[in-house]
Nanobody, 123 residues
Framework: QVQLVESGGGLVQAGGSLRLSCAAS????????IGWFRQAPGKEREFVGG????????YYADSVKGRFTISRDNAKNTVYLQMNSLTPEDTAVYYC????????????????WGQGTQVTVSS
């Protein structure tokens, strides 16, 4: 398994942007696909988007498509989640997760998780 640490969360006004980072400990980081998830209070954890091992392929939930972009820098063992045009509905704890398989959307399919970072969007 790989250890993951998210950072970059904070408070932002509606319409603003944030970039989250997911840093990994493993030297074999490039072997893992990464997924981003979020969980709002009282709600289930939901899929946000994912990226392939090389970074050449990404996929997103409909709710964030066109606003969020996932990228990665394997030399830095880091994946990024660029979030633009944020709305209060994007308020949640954001998590990154790792698995060797690509295309996963269920939290239950991911074996390694970070501790999460809070994103709060004010109206």
């Amino acid at each position: 398994q790989v250890q993951l640490v998210e950072s970059g969360g904070g408070l932002v006004q509606a319409g603003g942007s944030l970039r989250l980072s997911c840093a990994a400990s493993a030297r074999t980081f490039s072997r893992y696909c990464i997924g981003w998830f979020r969980q709002a209070p009282g709600k289930e954890r939901e899929f946000v988007g994912g990226i392939s091992r090389s970074g050449g392929s990404t996929y997103y939930a409909d709710s964030v498509k066109g606003r969020f972009t996932i990228s990665r820098d394997n030399a830095k063992n880091t994946v990024y989640l660029q979030m633009n045009s944020l709305t209060p509905e994007d308020t949640a704890v954001y998590y990154c997760a790792a698995d060797v398989r690509f295309g996963l959307v269920s939290p239950a399919d991911f074996g390694s998780w970070g501790q999460g970072t809070q994103v709060t969007v004010s109206s």
